[in-house]
Structure formats: C-alpha cells, structure tokens
C-alpha cells in the first residue's frame, strides 16, 4: 500500500504543529505562557446577538436541518450589509451564500472550481488556506510575493502577477487576494482593485477576494471591496466573515458574495457536503448584520488600544514594530541580532525564555521568513507582561544565540 495519501502526501508539514506542541507542553510544566500566536478572538459576542441564539433554539422547528445555501434572511441580511458599506447591490438569491465560516467556503469552492493541474496564484506569505485549498483540490500553486521590504507595492504586485500568467503553462485559471491581509495586516485600495479586475479579464482569470478583516481597521478610511469596482462581479467572488467583526469566531458563520456562477458552484458542492450552519446560529447572525453596530465600533477600539499597546510595550522593549493599520495582527521583523537564526528559531526561543507565543513567518510561505505575527488576543496588562518578558532574551543576543543556535 501507498506509504501515505494523494492529497495528504501532497501538502507540506504544518509549521505550526511544533509551536504548538512545546506550548502544550511548556504549559504541563507550569509555564504560564502568553499566547499571541492563534488569531483566536478572546472577546464576548455582543449580547443581543446571544439573546437571539437562545430564542431562537427555544423554538423546536429549528432544530431541524437547515439549508446548505443559508437561510434567506440571513442572505437577505448580507446583500444589505454590502449595500449599506459598499454601495454594492448583490442579489441574496444568486450572488450571497452563507457559508461555515470564510474558510469553508475558500476551500469548498476551490474543490468546485480546480480541475487536477490547474494553476492558481495565490499570495506569499498567506493565511494557509489560500494556496493549500487548491492544494488538497489537485491545483498546481504559483506563488505571487506580495510585500517589499515588508510592505505591499501594488505596482511591484501587478508586475509579478503579470510575469506569473505569462510563464504559466497551463494559464492560470483564478487568483487570490486578501486585504487587510492575513498576516501581514497591509491594505489595498480601490486603484489596486480596478487594475486588478481589468488584468482579470483581459487574461480570463477569477478572481477570489478574502476580505475578512473588513471592519477591523485602525485610521478613518475603511477597507473596500474589490466589488465596488465597475465589473468586477463578472470574474470575481469575495468572501466575509463574522469571527472577528462580531467576536463570533466558533459561530463559524461567513459568506461569499459575487459572480453568480461562482456562487452557483459553490451552492452545488456544498448541497453534497453540509446542511449549512445550525438555524438558530444563521438567525443570530442575521441580527448581528441587522441589529446595532456599535458593537463592532467597540470591538474595533479595543484592537486598536491593544495594538498601541502592543508597539509602545515592544518598542520600549527594544523591538520595533511596525503599527498594523488594520486586522487583529501585527506583522513583526524579527530584531535584527536574531534574524540570522529564522523565525521557527526565533519563535521557539520567545517561547521557552520569555513565555511568550507568536506564529513564525515561515509558517505562512516562504516570503514570510525574517518575520512572526502576533495576535492581538491578549489584554493590555498581558501584552505589557510580555514585552517585558522579551526585553530580558533581547538584553543580551549573544548569550541567546549562544544557547540555541547549532
């Protein structure tokens, strides 16, 4: 027999596994470790949003399966959403489904849409469902670099995705975007978006846009939607999500929005595969879209101290870095006494000197070595904690680099 699965055989080891692993162990031991590494949001949902959950399971007709598409009022709820943010008009019966999660969804449609062979360009570094969901799909990945000197240059970008269509055999069949980006917190605006919509359809490529971090930013201008473009529903398809605007992250509870025939087949994979989320989740999230959004001001603002916090505390430590002007991660340049060791290295050492946890960039593509991400998941009295904790592994490099360098 096969020493290991096609698809499993197919995908790389998971970089995070070991991180992981030392934290469970390093916690076993009594370390009290300050986690930065998951973006796992650590706040209550708001409160009406639960009060509509609890109602709504009390009523025993919805205990029954749901629909795989989602529910029409929730589908309703997100055409509004796009409307109301965007000034984008998308029909809730053929451009919205409801899916479990955004990350659901870019996975089950990269199974609908990849044919074994087929390319697909997608960014590096990269929150990993992005490459690997055409990966496990049978697609061939291209990788497009996405930030120089640790930054996003849309020029730069279009460029490289320019040599990567023209040296593709086969043509690439759809490409990947994401901002605010997941890990690197960097920003698009709506020039990249119309140069990238009309390089989608002179080269006939889809386009899929993860836009989860939509309302998660930091300055007076929020992220748009590569959907405000004029067109852009004829090739492309973004995905949202409520994990992190509504501090929902178990609720599982995303969409994807655009191009009918994308959402069509999406709609298609997922009737074999689910029967959408639990009614009574699909409810609440409609009052969460519907309902008051100061609550994602709030959210929002508690981000934001925390990612001041975060770069006072770091930087009085001795590590600079650069403020994120969105998402729930900053995207940090290892000090450069410790750069030579590698971010795996580098994110170990955090972990067993200082108890601190982060996510090596290496973990996110290639592009991401020289770099960790930090979740802005722990209160400002943690972050605090922690900063002092690495002050004392950056006070002296040598002795560190002695100790764990081989």
């Known amino acids: 027999m096969p020493e290991e699965f096609y698809r499993i055989k197919r995908l790389p080891p998971y970089v995070f596994a070991e991180v992981n692993r030392l934290k469970a162990e390093y ?34 007709r919805t205990h029954r399966y749901s629909a795989s598409r989602g529910i029409a009022g929730l589908r309703r709820a997100q055409a509004g959403y796009y409307g109301r943010r ?10 919205v489904i409801a899916t479990l999660g955004s990350k659901e969804g870019l996975a089950n449609l990269a199974m609908a849409i990849t044919a074994p062979g087929d390319v697909m360009l997608v960014p590096n570094p990269s929150y990993p469902i992005h490459p690997y969901g055409f990966m496990i799909a049978g697609g061939t990945l291209r990788h497009i670099q996405t930030l120089q000197d640790g930054a996003f240059d849309p020029e730069a970008y279009m460029r490289a995705l320019d040599r990567a269509v023209m040296h593709s055999v086969p ?23 119309a140069d990238l919509i009309a390089f989608a359809r002179k080269h006939h490529l889809w386009v899929l846009s993860d836009l989860a971090y939509a309302e998660i930013y930091f ?27 509504y501090a929902m992250p178990g609720w599982r509870m995303g969409f994807a929005v655009g191009n009918a025939r994308l959402i069509e087949a999406l709609t298609r994979i997922k009737s074999y595969l689910d029967y959408g989320a639990f009614t009574p989740v699909q409810v609440a999230a409609a ?32 590590w600079g870095i650069p ?48 770099y960790v991400r930090i979740g802005l998941v722990e209160n400002e009295q943690r972050i605090r904690q922690a900063a002092r904790n690495i002050r004392q592994v950056l006070a002296d490099p040598s002795a560190m680099l002695s100790k764990y360098q081989t």
């Not at 590569?226 to 067109?231: D, H, P, S, T």
């Not at 309902?291 to 925390?306: F, L, M, N, T």
């Not at 971010?343 to 973990?363: D, H, N, R, T």
């Open 219 to 245: 300055d007076d201008t929020p992220p748009p939607s590569v959907l405000q473009i004029e067109g852009a529903k004829d090739v492309a398809v973004e995905f949202t999500s409520l994990s992190k605007t």
């Open 86 to 95: 965007f000034g984008v008009k998308v029909d809730p019966e053929t451009e």
């Open 287 to 318: 009052a969460a879209l519907n309902g008051p959004q100061d609550c994602v001001a709030e959210i929002r603002s508690i981000y934001k101290s925390r990612r001041d916090t975060l770069i006072d505390a770091m930087g009085r430590a001795g």
């Open 171 to 193: 043509k690439p069949v759809a490409v990947v975007v994401s901002f605010p980006s997941n890990p690197t917190a960097q920003l698009a605006d709506l020039d990249f978006y």
């Open 323 to 370: 403020p994120p002007p969105a998402t729930m991660f900053a995207w940090a340049p290892i000090p450069v006494p410790f750069r030579a060791m590698g971010s795996m290295a580098f994110s170990k050492m955090l972990l067993a000197e200082a108890e601190v946890a982060v996510s090596p960039g290496i973990g996110f593509g290639e592009y991401g070595e020289g």
């Open 27 to 60: 916690r076993a031991a009594g370390m009290d470790i300050i986690d930065f590494g998951m973006g796992n949001p650590d706040m209550d949902t708001p409160t009406h949003i639960v009060n509509k959950l609890c109602e709504t399971v009390r009523k025993p």
